[in-house]
DNA sequence: CGGCGTTTTGACAGGCTTCAAGGGCCGTGG
DNA sequence: CCACGGCCCTTGAAGCCTGTCAAAACGCCG
């Protein structure tokens, strides 16, 4: 029930869509080679399948190369809170590599095309190429800075700015990665989705981004995402997530 | 207003009183010779000091030697989220090392007592030591499983479920260091630092707690918290921390 | 056209925040 | 030794925010 992992159609490292991309480092003539060797097969899973379980332990490391993923918990009783979006460029499954057992899982959320590297192999990874090892870290801390982030909006934030707040944290993630066109994006998710990510009610939710909506800052019809007023969506967030960087530095 | 760090009475690595403790790993002796070099100084900051702040760059990478801090994150009106508590043999400031500025602060609790590592140097320890390095994204990715839990405790569980939760957590965390006793830990913060850890506000914790007490599965008076039926506060907080193993597996 | 998943809407109850004020503890200073 | 101030903990009351229940409208696909 977990897989569905045909494996059509692969891409090899050097043709990497990815790599152009200005957020992203360029690699080193050994690093892309070694990279390449790194990764052993590319997986395209169904929407809708969760292909990394919480309680289950993961010989592999994932690349989202293209599509959506998000990353969630489920209590016993059924509630689901999900812990943030993957999108492409992002890694998943670290923890499962590192830790014991997976401690979340993670769900497509569209057709989605990862690349697989082997736990086995991260050790030599870490011994061989201390720089691609400091990316590795430099991606986990990133990844918990946007939780810290998300962390605080369902603390602190009420529900129109922490709704405006994610809305528009994922849209500059997916600008940012080329995805849509300018100011709209396909988003894929529901509205259930956002609920379960916002920590908030379905129906409440509704009803926020309706007040939202009303404000003509952005738009959402059918699954395509529009921002009509930046500034303004920023303004009920109550903070620009424009301004990071995310171009990993120099260590 | 920062620093107030005074350097007296050092702390060998050799003599390190953290590293007998079962939950860590021992160190190779190259390892141990280089976290000593690694090691450039050890600082004292009094309690209620933010010795690292939001916005601001860091060259130095932390690790709590002794006492209580807590990262957190301010909004502009003043709105308070604590992110999570740092313990001895936590590692607190990666953050600011690895991305351009830190997104949060760091606020000690009690006087604490940190080791204190140069950015710079960091390059060569992953270069030179990947057990050491892996041993970082260990703990950052650690460091995030434990915020996963809390974002689900905020945005799914309860009042009365996600206080008995962290309360348990933080219990569970401080007896494996072997701080306090049989059932029994000092707790050095107020109600108000729980409540803006929790994301409630101060009365409504308060009445909490109450509550939770009433179940005399807990009692908490003056600043010393014990526990008298944990199985109890474990079901109430609807998940049990313990079984969670914390030492690093090999890589 | 019918069915199913998603979005919308309304009504109501209860949880949680806010405002306000009193009490306890402790260190400082008269 | 006692009074005072500051910090923290408690408690009550009022009202908004948010969750739950229920049902209808919408849109897509077979």
Redesign the interface.
């Known amino acids: 029930m977990v897989g569905s992992g045909r494996t059509n159609g692969y891409t090899p490292c050097e043709q990497c869509p990815l790599r152009p991309l200005p957020c992203l480092r360029e690699f080193t003539a050994s690093e892309l080679e070694f990279v390449k060797r790194f990764k052993i097969d590319e997986l395209h899973i169904d929407a809708g399948v969760s292909f990394l379980r919480q309680d289950t332990r993961s010989d592999h490391l994932y690349t989202v190369l293209r599509g959506w993923a998000f990353?969630y918990?489920m209590?016993?009783d059924g509630?689901?809170?999900i812990?943030n979006f993957a999108l492409p460029s992002d890694m998943v499954g670290?923890?499962g590599t590192?830790?014991?057992e997976m401690?979340?899982s993670v769900e497509a959320l569209t057709p989605l095309t990862l690349c697989v590297f082997p736990r086995a192999k991260?050790?030599e990874l870490?011994?061989q190429f201390?720089?691609l090892?400091?990316d590795?870290?430099?991606l986990?801390?990133?990844?918990?800075?946007l939780?810290?982030?998300?962390?605080?909006s369902?603390?602190?934030?009420t529900a129109l700015e922490r709704t405006a707040f994610l809305l528009l944290a994922l849209y500059t993630r997916a600008q940012e990665l080329k995805l849509g066109n300018e100011g709209t994006v396909q988003f894929p998710f529901t509205q259930q989705h956002l609920a379960?990510a916002?920590?908030m009610s379905l129906v409440h939710t509704n009803k926020t981004l309706k007040r939202l909506l009303a404000t003509k800052a952005i738009s959402w019809k059918g699954r395509v995402f529009e921002v009509h007023d930046r500034a303004a969506l920023a303004l009920i967030a109550?903070?620009d997530v424009q301004r990071?960087?995310t171009q990993r530095?120099f260590?």
Request: no cysteine; proline share 4%; charged share 35%.
């Open positions: 990353r918990k209590l016993d509630r689901r809170q812990l670290l923890q590192v830790m014991e401690e979340h991260l050790y870490y011994s201390p720089t090892a400091f590795i870290t430099w986990a801390s990133r990844e918990e800075q939780i810290d982030e998300h962390l605080v369902l603390g602190r934030r379960d916002l920590g109550g903070d990071k960087k530095p260590i």
